[in-house]
């Protein structure tokens, strides 16, 4: 399924303790992230924004691309796509991403055997 639109925090779970875990408790917001993603293709522009706060990658499947962190750390990932699930190895954590009925649902999960999971649900607005 196509994963361009809009979308808005729809529910989360393990939000501050994954914010913890990556170094990052201080960003905490209790404003609602909007998630806007535009699909071309493999070609993705992914932007996720807050007021006064705007985080965006662009990015291909299958292939090597410079990313940017939270923090405006640049690193550089293969972007991969399975079973239509977006797969992005971040330094702290591994991002994933689908859409399920609808709705876009992201995970990140920081490593080791007791990987913590940040789950974020979003609606389509």
């Known amino acids: ?32 992230v909007v998630t806007e993603v535009v699909q071309d293709g493999d070609h993705f522009t992914w932007t996720q924004s807050i007021p006064n706060w705007t985080w965006s990658n662009e990015f291909t499947i299958g292939q090597e691309c410079e990313l940017q962190t939270m923090t405006g750390a640049k690193f550089t990932a293969n972007v991969t796509m399975e079973g239509g699930k977006i797969k992005i190895q971040f330094p702290q954590y591994l991002f994933t991403a689908e859409i399920v009925e609808d709705k876009l649902e992201m995970n990140c999960t920081t490593p080791g055997d007791t990987g913590l999971v940040f789950k974020r649900v979003n609606t389509r607005t």
């Open 1 to 32: 399924m196509a994963f361009t639109g809009k979308f808005i925090l729809e529910s989360q779970e393990n939000y501050e303790q994954f914010l913890e875990a990556i170094g990052l408790l201080s960003a905490k917001t209790d404003h609602k």
